[in-house]
């Protein structure tokens, strides 16, 4: 499979603990994205880096939220002292960098990790 | 700010129906661009078009076809003989020029397409 790969793909956890997603990019992908999407809604940013460089937050990723692409290539986010509020389906993206004359290079999004907080 | 409405929640029809998708969206900006993408039971999301802001023709491929409508902001996504593969949530779209990190995505549309 040569798409992106996010791990796991659910999780189940009790309120106030720390919890950590994987994001595999499709190779050679330098930009990555990582989107939050409640149920009933569509997904909304939450940060992108290019390489290994975080050059976008929204602020919907509050203090205890934290992303990182060490190596410019898997990404993790962390979530500390979950809330019951963080339940959703965390999504994450990958592309090439931005050309208007190629479709090739819009992102291409993974299958989400789905967050249960009880 | 940027807003997308999907104002159809979710929409059942019966195979071979056609089936359009309303998407209405709000923005300043003079140039930006407007995407469709279908999200099945898996959960990723699958690009089906993109339109920037100074291309209003209508676009067709195969059974999917897109209205754009500057004028009453309006880019809406029809499905002609729909196919219970079809079945999934559609979301609209819309990002600024220049920032093409940052999806404005409206809260989609659900179709069923029963056998």
């Known amino acids: 499979d040569t798409g992106v790969s996010q791990d796991p793909r659910h999780k189940i956890t009790k309120r106030g603990q720390n919890v950590t997603f994987r994001c595999d990019p499709i190779?050679?992908?330098?930009?990555l994205y990582w989107y939050r999407q409640t149920l009933g809604q569509g997904p909304e940013f939450l940060t992108y880096?290019?390489?290994?460089?975080?050059?976008?937050k929204s602020r919907l990723l509050s203090d205890r939220f934290s992303a990182e692409r060490p190596k410019g290539s898997f990404s993790t986010l962390e979530i500390q002292r979950t809330e019951q509020g963080d339940s959703a389906m965390y999504l994450c993206?990958?592309?090439?960098?931005?050309?208007?004359?190629?479709?090739?290079?819009?992102?291409?999004f993974g299958q989400g990790t789905r967050l249960t907080v009880v | 700010a940027q807003k997308v409405t999907q104002a159809q929640t979710e929409i059942s029809v019966v195979e071979k129906e056609d089936v359009t998708l309303d998407c209405v969206y709000e923005?300043?900006?003079?140039?930006?661009?407007l995407f469709w993408y279908k999200q099945p039971p898996s959960g990723e999301l699958v690009f089906l078009i993109r339109?920037?802001?100074?291309?209003?023709q209508n676009e067709i491929s195969g059974r999917y076809s897109w209205n754009f409508q500057k004028s009453t902001s309006s880019f809406n996504f029809t499905i002609t003989a729909s196919q219970v593969v079809d079945s999934a949530v559609y979301f609209c779209?819309?990002?600024?020029?220049?920032?093409?990190?940052?999806?404005?995505f409206g809260s989609g549309t659900k179709l069923n397409v029963k056998p």
């Open positions: 993206a990958s592309s090439f960098p931005w050309d208007p004359g190629n479709l090739n290079t819009e992102a291409f």
């Open positions: 190779s050679e992908h330098n930009r």
């Open positions: 880096f290019q390489n290994e460089a975080q050059l976008e």
């Open positions: 923005t300043r900006d003079t140039t930006y661009y």
């Open positions: 339109r920037n802001s100074f291309d209003e």
């Open positions: 779209a819309l990002r600024r020029r220049g920032n093409f990190n940052k999806f404005y």
